[in-house]
Structures are given as C-alpha cells and as structure tokens.
C-alpha cells in the first residue's frame, strides 16, 4: 500500500512521529500491531522496516520512531507529500482485557508507543488504568501528555531528571506496596525490562502480555527470521505472525 | 502481436512460466496466498526440510547489508514428517508445482528425507540443498568437494522418484566442477546459485550482527556473480539450469536466461515486495512481447 | 579529549593513517593530486604493473551493477620500466609511502617485475596481485592454487627488498589455504579482497555489457563477502592484513579493523567520490573520537 | 561541486535539457568538455554519468541528456531546485579553427549537444559554418532551431520524417559536390558516423576532429576504463583526459 505523509514532527532527539493517509484497512488496527516500511525505492535497501502503529484514527495511522540506522534515518527525512511503501496491519495485538479489569502498562523508551494505542483502546473498558514509562533521561521522554489523559502515569528516568529516578520495575514495585493491584499487564520495551517484569510478576496471579522485537525480513510468517523460543526453549515462534505480542508465560525472555 | 508463450519445460517438469520463488523465501506458500493465487507460479520452491525439526540458530538472524541481506536462519523446519503431513497437502491444493528442499546432515540423512518426501507423492520436483552455508555439519561441506557431491546426488537418486535438482554453492573455487560432479552422480537439473558467505559488524557493539557471526548474502548484490555462474555451468552442462540470485525485475530473469537458465528463481526480493513474483512474469511477458519473442527457448542462453 | 592516533606501523611500514587507495582505482596518484595533498593518505597502492606494456582489454571494460561496478581493465600499464621511470618518482616526491602492484604471467616474470621495482629503490612495499581475474594467463591462476602460490611467493620474496605483501583473490572455496600459502612462501602481509569474478548482460543488444564477457566485482556488494574473508584469515595468520571490499564511509573501514585488518584500501570509492580517502580518514577519526578509542589497535580484531 | 537544478525541459521523447546553476568555473568551459553526475545519494550507483556540456552562460551550464538506463532516467525525474553532485569540467574539448577558417560541423543523435556550444563559440571567428545533423526521426530532432542560428544547416532523418532523407555522410557529399569546402570538420554521434566521416576525408587537406564515449568509471584518467587505441593501435589514450576530442588522424575509429 502506498500511505501518504500527512504529517511528520520531531518529537525529542532523533525521535520523529509521522502521520500516514491514504488506503489502509484503519477499522481493523489492533494495538501492538505492526507495519513494514519500504525504505527508498531502489536496490540498495531489501529490508522492509518494522515500525508499531502508534495511533490510528478513521483515516489516518501515526507511528513514532527513532532514528537508529540507515531505514529510521531515510523516515526521519521524509516530507510532508511523499509516499511510503507500506504492508500492514501485521502481527497479532494486545488483546483486551475484560470489563473493568485492573491494568498496568509498561512501557520503555521507544516500546511506549505502541502502548498509546493499547491505552486509547482499553481506558473506555478497564476500570482503573496504571502507566509506567521508563525513559534514559528527560530529553527521551515521549507521549507523556498522552499517558497523563489515559489514567495514572507515573514516568521514570535513569537519570531523574524528569519524573522519578530510578527503573520501571522500581517504580511498578513501589505503586504495589502502595496498595494497587493488576489483573491485567501490558509491556513493551527493552528485552531485560521485560524479563525482569516477567519474574516481579512470577509468583503472582497476574496475567501478563510482552511485545518483542526481533530483526525481520518478511514480517509475514515466511522467512523465520524472527523468532523467539517457546517457554521450554523446545519450539520457536515467529514474531511477525504469532506475535509480536505474547501471554509472557508463552515464551522465553 | 500474439501472446507470447512462458512456460516452460525443465527436466520433465511442465511449469507455465519460469518464475519460482526461492526455498527459505515463501515458507510453504501459505503467507503469500494472501497476495495473490499461487497457481500464477510456475513452481514453488519450499523450504529446507531436515529429518528430524530443527529451531536453526539464534537471533539476530537476519539483516540488511548495501544491496541484500545476510540470513542465518540454520535450516530452521519442523522435520520431513510434520512437512509432508501438514504443509505440503496444503499447498499441492493449490494447482501448482511443488520443488522440495532437501537437506541433511548426513549422507543417509538426505537419502531418507527424500524418500519420505517422494512417498507422500506431492513433490513435483526435489532440490538437493547441499549449500547452506549457515549450518555446523553438513550443508555446505557437501557442496564445496566434488567427489563428495557426486556421491551423494547417486545416493539420493537411487531412491528418488520424481526429477532431482542439485542446489549449487557459489563459495567454490570452480562452479563447473560441482555442476558436473551433480550431473555425473545423475542429477536431472541444477539450481544456482545458494548464498555467498559474508559478515556484518555492529561497530558500536563490536560484534558481529548476526548471533551466528556470519550468514549467507543474497539479493541484488550477489546478481553479476550468480549470472557468470550460470553462463559459466551452461557452458560445461547438459541437464537444465535454474538460475537465481538478486532476481528483482522481469529483466533481471531475463539476463540469467540469456546466459542459460531454462527458468528463475526469486528469493529476496519477495521480501522487499510481497507481489515480487508475480511482477516479474508480467515483466518477462511484457520483455518477449516488445522483442517480439514468442518462446523462451529462442534467448535461452543467447549470448552463447 | 585528546586526539585520537590514527597511525599503523604494518610489517614495517609506518603509515601516518590506515587508509590507502586501492590498485588499479588511483592510477600513480597524479591525477588524484588536484583534489588533496596526497600526504594524508596513509599510503597509496599503483596500478599493477607488469614486465612488457599492456594495452588491457577492449573496451567497454567497466559497467556500474547495483551497490557496485564491474571491471575488466586486463592490466593495462605501460610496463615496468616506464612506471618506474616516469610515474614513480613523482609520486615518491608526495611524501606519501608507495605500494608496488605487481603481476605477471609466469613466475619469472614476477621476480623479474619485483627485482626492478626493488632496485628503483622508490617502493615502501610489494603487492603480489595473484588475484586478477581478468587476464588470460596467469593471474588469478596463482590465486586459486595453494602450491603455486607458496612457490610464487617464496622466489618473490627472495629478491624482494622491501616488505612484501600478498593481494588474495575471493574466488576460492577457502581463503585461508591461500592465506596460509603466502605465509609459508614468506609473505610479510596479506591484502584482501581483489574483486570477484561477475558478468553483466545487456538483454536488448543480447550480448555481455563487457567486450571481455566477465569481469571483476567491486563495490559496496562485496563489503559483507570482505569482511567475513578478512575475519577468517585473521584468525589463521600471524601477520597483518591490508583489508578492503566496498569500503565508501569510516564506519566501513572500522568493520575491517574489528574483524583484523591493521590497515584498509578504498578502491570503487574513488570514482563515485573523489574525496573519498580524505573524508574516510576524517570518518575514522571522528568515529574514534566519540567512542574514546585513542589508538586503532585498541580495535583491531576486537570481534574475536 | 552540488549544482541546482535551475531548469529542467523534455525537449523531445526521452531527450531531457537541464540547466544548472551554482559555484563552476563556467568560464573554463571548453566545448566538447564534459562532466560527471553523481547518480542518487545512497551506494545503489556507484559510478558517475558523464554528460557534455551542450551550453554555458556565465553562471549556469546546460546538458541535455537522452534517458538509456537507469542513471538517465534517474537524472530525467529530477526537479527544480534538487542539487545534482557533479565534477567538472572534464577533458579536453575542440581546439578553436584559425581566424576565417571554413568549418563543417557534424552531428548524429546525441552527439548533437556538444556541437552546440561549439557552434556557439566559433560562429564568432570562423568564415562560414556549415552543420550537417542526423536522427533517426523527426521526434528525435533537438536544437536544430539553435544551430539554424549559427550557420548553414542541413538536417537529415533515416526515415526522411523531417529535412532530407539518409545520413549525413550523404548530406556532406551533396554539400560538397554543391561547391562547399572546409578546412576544419568537427564530429560528434555514433562511432560508424565517425568511421565514414573520417573515411570519406581521408585523401583531403581537411583537420578533422572527433568526440568519442566510452564508459568511464573515475573521469579523470586513473581507471584507464575508457580507453581508445592510437591509430597505429599500439597505444591507448583515455578519452576522459586526452579526449574526449581527438584528431581523428590520431585515434583508431
Ligand atoms: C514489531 C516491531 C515493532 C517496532 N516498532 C518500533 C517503533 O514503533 N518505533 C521504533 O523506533 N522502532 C520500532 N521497532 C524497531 C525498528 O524496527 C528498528 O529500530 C529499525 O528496523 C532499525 O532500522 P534502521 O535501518 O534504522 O537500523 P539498522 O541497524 O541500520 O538496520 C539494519 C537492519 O537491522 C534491523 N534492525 C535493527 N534494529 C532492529 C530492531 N530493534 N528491531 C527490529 N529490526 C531491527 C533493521 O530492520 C534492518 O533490517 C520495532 C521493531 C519491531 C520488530
Ligand atoms: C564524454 C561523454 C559525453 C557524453 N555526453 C552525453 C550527452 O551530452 N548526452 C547524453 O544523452 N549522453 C551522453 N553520453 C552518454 C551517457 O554517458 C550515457 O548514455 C549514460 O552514461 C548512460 O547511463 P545510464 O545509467 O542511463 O545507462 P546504463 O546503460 O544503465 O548505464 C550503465 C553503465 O554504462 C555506462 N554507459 C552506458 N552507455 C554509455 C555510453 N554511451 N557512454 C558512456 N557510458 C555509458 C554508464 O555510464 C553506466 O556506468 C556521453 C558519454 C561520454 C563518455
Ligand atoms: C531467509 C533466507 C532463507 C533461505 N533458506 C534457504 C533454504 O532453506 N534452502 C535453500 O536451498 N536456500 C535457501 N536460501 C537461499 C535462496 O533460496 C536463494 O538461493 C538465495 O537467496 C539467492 O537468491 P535471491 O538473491 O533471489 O535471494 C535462503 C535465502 C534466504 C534469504
Ligand atoms: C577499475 C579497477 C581496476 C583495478 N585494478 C587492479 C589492479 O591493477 N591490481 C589489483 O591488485 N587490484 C585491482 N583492482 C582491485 C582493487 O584494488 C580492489 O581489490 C577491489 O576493487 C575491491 O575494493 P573496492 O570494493 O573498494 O573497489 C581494481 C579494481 C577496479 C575497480
Ligand atoms: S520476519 Fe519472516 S517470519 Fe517473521
Ligand atoms: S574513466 Fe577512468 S581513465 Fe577515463
């Protein structure tokens, strides 16, 4: 499919969010689902890009993302106008929590955006909604405002400089000493995050969902490139297809 | 101006035009079906298939390099019974050929794979895979000695009932020599070319990219190489060639039959545009059509 | 922050910088000098030179294929004699170290070649291109035969008074038997990759683009192919390797330096940007700058 | 040096002209020089384009270009105000005719361009100009209106679609038995043009000079990619430093 660029904003350092128009099947968009982006148009680049849908509206769909290479370098240089190669929606979302379930969302450093979506698409249903975002520093921090309007944020930086210093897990340990308490958790984010969330959670009854990353060629089930081990290590699972989100007992961090 | 004819006839294989997706870059066809029917394929090439499953090596085990990409993917299958059972029924429903891949890590490895696979009476054709490069035993080891090679593909045909084709590895000093032992040992046809071995550095992290170190290159980047290949094996063969490597237009198929190739094979590029395959038959058409070309037995291997 | 010692000291030659334009891309330097002094490259490698003058190939004898170009230039120079005449001494006058290309049919042509550079007294080193893929005789046919190169290598380097390094082809089923031969002959360094043998067809004329049929791969295409090759001799040789393969940027030539090369060439990058060698040395500098490395052998070889 | 895209015209089915402005030393321009395009940005084309240099003015230089393969066309879709990475001006172009001399220019096809600026710049000194310009088609006709300027003109088509039918080996000849004579013959088009031309004055008093191609890979006479032999083939010359004009009594055609 071929979306517009409706729009294209400079969000924090090398962070960029861009606003795609165009033919995109936007009714059917679960949050945690993905699309793969055609970078240039020539040879030089084969790989399609990975990137969450960060928002999606009737008409439009935003991502966010940072530039790490030479793919998120080309996005961040798109303008307004230009057309993107794009194949989606892919993979499988979060799926929804039941009515009034307790929820807590992790999120950290570029895995946050996919949370927006989850966010927007629960608050209605969920009765009490708990965000944690964890960022390196303030100049990192994204989508905060967003949060603040979805339910109770708390935001950590490894450096303090904005909201509380110290890790994510810090953060979600000291909201349950203060008495919350989740049904329902949600995380996408760097891969120790996650592990690390999965064990504070071990021995609790708590149902949990992880969004994982993992390099992809076809992002369609094909190639597997993508994947990751099954809890017993015994089988592997495509990313693109079976997840990218899986019930975190499923598989292994 | 008529209709120019595609199709092709490859080592008693009939297939309506030479366009076959690669083994490893179309699974077993199911996620491509979603683009388009794939009876409008001459072939299609599944993936490797080892005796027992394999989860193959660790990630990353992919990424993109200037013009291609790297893949370690290490053979990853769930094993010849899981394959013949539940993937290939699928796809034989689909009314086109299927090209099945084979590899082993032993010599009796391959031998039983291929019978099993011969026996569920859905392969069209078997493709010996003897050049993984992203594999401990086997794979590759059997590709790059000629005695080797030999022996195995009569081993192999000794119990394979449908035409056998001979996957080559370009990391050889002397394709020719391979692609003889290949026939000498009674290959019906031959593919060219696999992967070229190749490495990436993440040189923030000082290490390789790929969790294997190094993986097989492929995609536009390997083209020239994999078009002398080909002119080069024509030159010395007489079985059918399948050529590939870095097919990413109609023109690109055409170049590798003007050096020899009976028909073509598409592997990366599936990746970089889900309707790959089917836009390069229509280029190929499109190609014979402005020539005047009416078969493509009047270019193959033109250039003489 | 101090800055960071972009100097190598390779098999005696001490080089201001690591970066040294390939043979056969930077002709004897002239006609590069109206872009940069050429006293900030670390070193510069000439054209290959041979016993009688050679015309080369004919024409077309290069073409552009995606992420890089291919050649058959068929080492075209003037002979030995007049390189060292009229082309040496004006270099040597640029204060920049001299690296000798030299290539020949049979291996008394090679002694012979390397006696009379030797005695010019004008090289700081050797480059023994056994590795040429586009001449008939000789060549690459040294390249691809452990015992003939040994044995090349050896008679080389008795008359060879200045260090002596060996230029490795790709197109071998392993590169570290060719590796290990230069050694054993006496080899006092290794540069690698020479280009890989490829082929363009124009499909409208039906016929090679080159007038030669094949010719060699350079470019970014072969970057990943290089650096796996320059990872796998480093691990097999005690002595230092010049590597090069599709190095256009700093960060390209770091991921040589970290698979175990000491020094890198840039050869295609010449053509697209003239300025290529100065802003690559700028690169690395910068590139070590901002990750704290003060010296390149803090880096080199770091991937294990 | 980046040049900007000042203008760009289809000037006839595939056959592009583009002016471009920005630093050049565009007082050195020479006619029959040349220069090299960078083709993209990225590393997909790695060898540069060599263009003549069909026009200068004191702050621009024009080019007109037919689209082949990839790199032409690539330069074809640029637009107003993109900057091309060119280097030049490249080789050595015609040697000026003596004060009076009697001049006849040749051109076949694509060879056209760089006649231009030659005829622009010898109109000035010579006694009479004659041009003589082949195509294959009256669709593939460029600049005849600018060269009808600068001297007696005589344009033929292989299919006679437009001025007079054949080549323009013919078309010198009736020139010639029409009473014309010349000192000094310029050429540039395809090689057997070049061949014939030099043929059929073979046994005359007339300097004639030639433009050659090639393919080039460094442009600047360090690849020896572009060679021509020495009329005696014993030699070779490259064309992007000795040439690409040579005397044709000095290159083997
Ligand atoms: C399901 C999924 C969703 C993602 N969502 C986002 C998002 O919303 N925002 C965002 O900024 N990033 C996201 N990423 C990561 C993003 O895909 C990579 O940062 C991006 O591919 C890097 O490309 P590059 O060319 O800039 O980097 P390079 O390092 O130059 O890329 C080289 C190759 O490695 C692959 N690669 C490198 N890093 C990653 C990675 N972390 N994940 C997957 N592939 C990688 C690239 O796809 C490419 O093939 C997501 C990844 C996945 C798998
Ligand atoms: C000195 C000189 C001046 C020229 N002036 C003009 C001009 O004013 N207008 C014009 O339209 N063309 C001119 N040409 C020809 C022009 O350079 C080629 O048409 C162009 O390089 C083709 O590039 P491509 O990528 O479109 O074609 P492709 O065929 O895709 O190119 C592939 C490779 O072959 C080379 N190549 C292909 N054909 C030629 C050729 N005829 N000459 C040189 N290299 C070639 C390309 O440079 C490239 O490296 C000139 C050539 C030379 C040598
Ligand atoms: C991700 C990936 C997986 C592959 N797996 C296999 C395989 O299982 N068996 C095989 O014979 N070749 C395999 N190949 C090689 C391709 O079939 C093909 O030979 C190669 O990629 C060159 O073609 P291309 O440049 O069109 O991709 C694989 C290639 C890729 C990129
Ligand atoms: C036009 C051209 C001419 C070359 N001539 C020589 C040569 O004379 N001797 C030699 O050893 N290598 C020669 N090479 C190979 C280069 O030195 C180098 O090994 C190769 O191009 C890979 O590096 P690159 O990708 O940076 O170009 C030549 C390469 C090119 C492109
Ligand atoms: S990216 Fe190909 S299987 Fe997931
Ligand atoms: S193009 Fe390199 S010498 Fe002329």
């Known amino acids: 499919m071929l979306l517009r660029v409706k729009d294209i904003a400079n969000l924090a350092p090398d962070i960029w969010q861009i606003t795609l128009s165009g033919d995109f099947p936007y009714k059917t968009v679960k949050p945690g689902q993905f699309i793969m982006i055609r970078i240039g148009s020539g040879k030089e680049h084969v790989l399609r890009r990975p990137i969450s849908i960060a928002a999606v509206t009737e008409q439009s769909l935003t991502i966010v993302l940072r530039v790490v290479g030479r793919g998120t370098k080309w996005l961040s240089e798109r303008c307004i106008g230009d057309l993107l190669d794009v194949l989606g929606p892919l993979g499988r979302g979060f799926p929804s929590p039941p009515q009034d379930a307790k929820v807590l969302i992790v999120g950290g450093g570029l895995g946050v955006p996919p949370l927006w979506l989850l966010g927007e698409t629960i608050q209605a249903e969920a009765d009490e909604v708990d965000v944690v975002l964890g960022f390196r520093s303030q100049r990192d921090c994204i989508l905060t405002d967003e949060f603040s309007r979805l339910g109770h944020l708390v935001v950590t930086t490894d450096d303090g400089s904005f909201g509380i210093k110290g890790n994510v897990i810090e953060a979600v340990d000291s909201l349950r000493r203060s008495g919350h308490s989740w049904e329902y958790v949600y995380a996408c984010g760097p891969l120790p995050m996650l592990r690390n969330l999965k064990r504070y959670f071990s021995n609790q009854d708590v149902k949990g969902y992880v969004s994982l990353e993992e390099h992809m060629a076809c992002g369609v089930g094909a190639c597997h490139g993508c994947v990751c081990l099954s809890e017993d290590r015994s089988l592997t699972r495509r990313i693109c297809v079976n997840g990218p989100v899986f019930p975190w007992n499923e598989v292994c961090l | ?304």
């Open chain 2, 1 to 304: 101006m008529s209709y120019p004819d595609l199709s092709v006839k490859i080592a008693g294989l009939h297939l309506r035009n030479p366009v076959i997706p690669a083994s490893g870059c179309f699974g077993f066809g199911r996620e491509y079906a979603q683009f388009y029917p794939l009876n409008q394929l001459g072939a299609v090439a599944v993936k490797a298939t080892t005796l027992k499953p394999r989860i193959g090596n660790p990630t990353p085990r992919v990424t993109e390099v200037c013009g291609g990409m790297l893949n370690a993917i290490g053979l990853a299958n769930p094993g010849v019974d899981y394959v013949v059972r539940y993937e290939l029924p699928w796809l034989a429903n689909q009314d086109v050929p299927i090209i099945v891949n084979v590899a082993g890590e032993t010599k009796a490895e391959y031998v039983e794979v291929v019978r099993r696979v011969c026996a569920s009476g859905l392969a069209a054709a078997i493709e010996l895979n003897v050049s993984c490069p992203n594999v401990a035993a086997g794979g590759m080891t059997f590709g790059v000695d000629p005695n080797i090679l030999q022996d195995l593909v009569a081993a192999v045909k000794e119990v394979c009932t449908v035409p056998l084709f001979v996957k080559l590895s370009p990391n050889v000093t002397d394709i020719r020599e391979s692609a003889l032992a290949a026939q000498a040992g009674g290959a019906d046809g031959l593919t060219l070319i696999n992967t070229l071995l190749g490495m990436q550095i993440d040189i923030y992290r000082r290490r390789p990219v790929l969790a294997n170190k190094t993986g097989g290159l492929s995609g536009p980047a390997i083209k020239p190489i994999a078009v002398r290949m080909v002119y080069e094996v024509a030159s010395v063969v007489d079985i059918p060639i399948i050529g590939m490597g870095g097919i990413f237009t109609g023109e690109d198929a055409v170049e590798f039959i003007m050096a020899g190739a009976s028909a073509v094979m598409v592997g990366t590029a599936n990746f970089t545009n889900p309707l790959a395959c089917p836009q390069i038959i229509g280029e190929i058409e499109e190609f014979m059509r402005k020539q005047g070309i009416r078969s493509l037995v009047e270019i193959r291997g033109c250039i003489g």
